[in-house]
């Protein structure tokens, strides 16, 4: 999602207008309306080890996409970052950014693709070694910056939808478009998400209909930006009568509050990461009428985080309220937490 939005709507975020209910004892308010764990350990339920497990999967996978989506704007994907100096020799400044490992995605100075990590190269040999593993891929690359995606995977359908690429103006007016609603199957939804939902859906709905049994079962994937637009690609397969699972990273709200209820009615299971760090889930603000679906699955802050100034218990992840959107004061600025590769590398140490 886009810096300036960030600054624009979720730091002056007052506090009066969190959704107190549903904040832990250990989850303070924060003026700019985000929460900011204590020192204590938290006691909320956690996540199963098979949940985290599949989750870096889905992860891993959203990455995959992002390297689909370089592929269909003719890039190329290394097989590993080893040789990435030779790899950056060839590529424009987009692809760099736009490639989740060379750029990561988000906020990913390319100074510091000199840096490229173990982490990295391992998440990028993951990623290649996934999508090799899946066929009857369709997706498609529109002008407006939207890619999405559809394939068969250990049997089941897969759709998903790459984030925000900040050299595309297209995305980035996705990202703002986001803020206004408009009507989409009984809800409504943010404008921006259901622009790029629209621009790929002829090569990625009725091809994930088509591989599917009737009542059968579809998983929708995403990152950031992603996450939003799978939000409403989960609605109308659930509609149309899929059994229909939402995985999402770092996704900000994607429907109104004065829907959600319709939305949660039909459903559909997720599991929605939010990572320590992250604004992005804060987006759009719920003073602006948007509310998640699904509980948050939080990751906790590191032991001995300096935006902290404590030690606390290890690395977790606890089921939060429906519409938690963790932030971490000062630090969330920073928006590191919002990479793909910070919530791989993360929910590994669980």
Known sequence: MLYLALTALALPYP???????????????????????????PNNAKAS???????????????????????????????SVKNKKEHMTGMKTAELIAHPT???????????????????????S???????????????????GAYGATWKYGGVTYVGYAGTDFTDTGDIAADLNSAFTVAFEGASAGSGFKDHYDAVYSSVIPQAKAMTSSGGSIRVIGHSLGGGIGNLAALELKNDGYSVHLATAGCPRAFSSGTIGTVASKGITTTRWTNYNDPVPMLPPSRLGFTHLGDA????????????????????????????????????????GHLSSSYIERMRAI
Request: hydrophobic share 40%.
């Open 15 to 41: 506090a009066a207008e969190t959704p107190l209910k549903l904040l832990q004892a250990d989850e303070p308010a924060k003026p700019w309306g985000g929460w900011v764990p204590s020192c204590s350990c």
């Open 49 to 79: 080890s098979s949940v985290v497990t599949k989750g870096i999967e889905d992860v891993i996978a959203m990455v995959a996409v992002y390297d689909l989506e370089l592929i269909a704007q003719g890039g190329t994907v290394p097989n």
């Open 102 to 124: 060379l750029g990561f995605h988000h906020h990913m100075n390319i100074s510091l693709v000199e840096g490229a990590s173990a982490l990295h190269a391992s998440i990028q």
């Open 126 to 144: 993951d990623a290649n070694a996934l999508r090799r593993q899946w066929s009857q891929i369709s997706g498609k690359a529109a002008s407006n």
């Open 297 to 336: 699955l939080y990751i906790n802050y590191p032991s001995g985080s300096w935006c902290v100034g404590c030690t606390p218990c290890s690395i977790e992840a606890t089921i939060k309220g429906n519409d938690f959107s963790a932030e971490a004061g000062f630090c969330s600025v920073t928006g590191s």
